[in-house]
């Protein structure tokens, strides 16, 4: 099992780590609480927002009880979060161990959440639904505001995650207001999404958006990750047309300002038809990649592969056979790339590798540019040309 795909633990901190203000405490063995921030603090280096029990023998033996309250007190004394998220991992679990009276003790002033999330149990989709639907039960009933829109599915440690959102409220327009992003956002905020007129709900985060249609009368929507021109424009449109507004002037707007940034490169980017690549990555991002690398780009998608509990091995084996000349994935494909000296781009968790911290996102239109601008200069820049390569 790769932690990172198929974790509950992991992706149950994904989500929860995500509240801008908010404090982890897991109550696990040390290797979580190392491999979590691995993961979610190379672009972040003072966001430091987590602490662990540290499970040793004799709490196995004599249970947990005693830590996780002196750990507890710990960070409500030395950080006094406004929410704070309790994880328990593997070992509680098979302890049988349910502290949930003992925390609500401290709940004064405070929000605190208890989620159990064993790693061997359902998968990483399963523990980031969870811990949001923890914070829907925060939210409050609230006045809507005007053309006011939920985003839901976006978290912390989403590579590039801060320009992407950039990019996707530049092209949507000053007509538009981003109420909430669930859960990358202040707890104050997300309280508050019931506010908004609309949820837009990425791929997978579709339980969310049932969940608040039916405690906040929130429509929703659902969309892929605008990755490519054709994802950007789908977005726009529904998201204007739910909430009765003319999206055609605004697709034009950004549609003009890609071309005219594109023609540039005409003659490169023409050259990338037929292209054979490999594609790895979680469904949301990987599925909306492929459609941009295939149907605008007419790149040649020879292995397509999702993150999960799929066979790594079986997915090496696949691309060795094949005639990529890049590879689309996270840190984890990166040596494999170097090992058939091919062209690789990270795009998709974890990223742990590279850093993001300007304003250089490949998400919707001026995504469009910085991923082409990328991919370019990695086939330019390679050591090695396959004979397969077509630039």
């Known amino acids: 099992m790769q932690p990172s795909a198929a974790c509950k633990l992991f992706s149950t901190y994904r989500s929860s780590i995500s509240v801008k203000d908010s404090y982890v405490l897991l109550h696990t063995t040390i290797g979580c609480n190392w491999g979590t921030s691995a993961f979610h603090i190379p672009s ?10 540290v499970i040793y023998n ?4 004599f249970g947990g009880e ?25 070992v509680s679990d098979i302890l049988g161990e349910d502290f949930q009276a003992e925390i609500r003790k401290y709940s004064e002033n405070r929000d605190i959440i208890y989620l159990k999330a064993p790693g061997f149990t359902h998968d990483i989709e399963d523990g980031q639904i969870e811990a949001i639907k923890s914070m829907v039960d925060l939210m409050e009933t609230e006045d809507k505001k005007a053309n006011s829109i ?5 978290l912390s440690d989403d590579y590039m995650i801060n320009a992407d959102i950039n990019n996707i409220k530049k092209m949507l327009g000053s007509k538009i207001n981003i109420n909430s992003i669930i859960p990358f956002d202040t707890i104050k905020n997300i309280k508050a999404a019931p ?17 608040m249609e039916r405690k906040f009368n929130i429509p929703y929507i659902v969309v892929e990750y605008p990755y490519g021109i054709e994802n950007s424009k789908d977005i726009i ?5 739910s909430l009765n507004l003319d999206p055609e002037k605004e697709i034009r707007r950004n549609e003009d300002y890609t071309i005219s940034k594109l023609k540039n490169i005409y003659d490169y980017v023409r ?48 691309l060795k056979d094949s005639n990529a000349s890049i590879l689309f994935g996270s840190s984890f494909e990166r040596e494999i790339a170097e090992e058939l000296e091919i062209s690789f781009i990270r795009y998709t968790y974890p990223v742990f590798d590279s850093i993001s911290i300007g304003s250089k996102g490949y998400a919707g239109f001026d995504g469009v540019i910085n991923l082409l601008e990328d991919m370019i200069n990695s086939f330019m820049t390679i050591n090695y040309r396959r004979k397969t390569q077509y630039m």
Do not use: W
């Not at 449109?237 to 047309?241: D, E, H, L, T």
């Not at 007419?298 to 790594?312: A, H, P, T």
């Open 44 to 53: 972040k280096l003072n966001d430091i927002r987590q602490a662990s029990t």
């Open 58 to 61: 004799e709490d196995v033996v």
């Open 66 to 90: 005693k830590i996780l309250k002196k750990a507890i007190s710990n960070v409500i004394d030395m950080y006094n979060p406004k929410i704070l998220f309790i994880i328990s991992g593997c």
């Open 150 to 154: 939920n985003l839901v599915g976006l």
């Open 195 to 211: 506010q908004a007129e609309l949820n837009v709900v990425f791929k997978g985060f579709e339980t969310i958006g049932v969940l």
């Open 237 to 241: 449109k529904k998201v204007y047309r």
């Open 271 to 318: 050259h990338l038809y037929s292209v054979p690549c490999s594609i790895f990555g979680d469904n949301l991002r990987a599925s909306s990649m492929k459609n941009f690398l295939e149907d605008e780009l007419g790149m040649d998608v020879q292995v397509y592969y999702e993150s999960g509990d799929n066979d790594m091995n079986e997915f090496k084996k696949l």
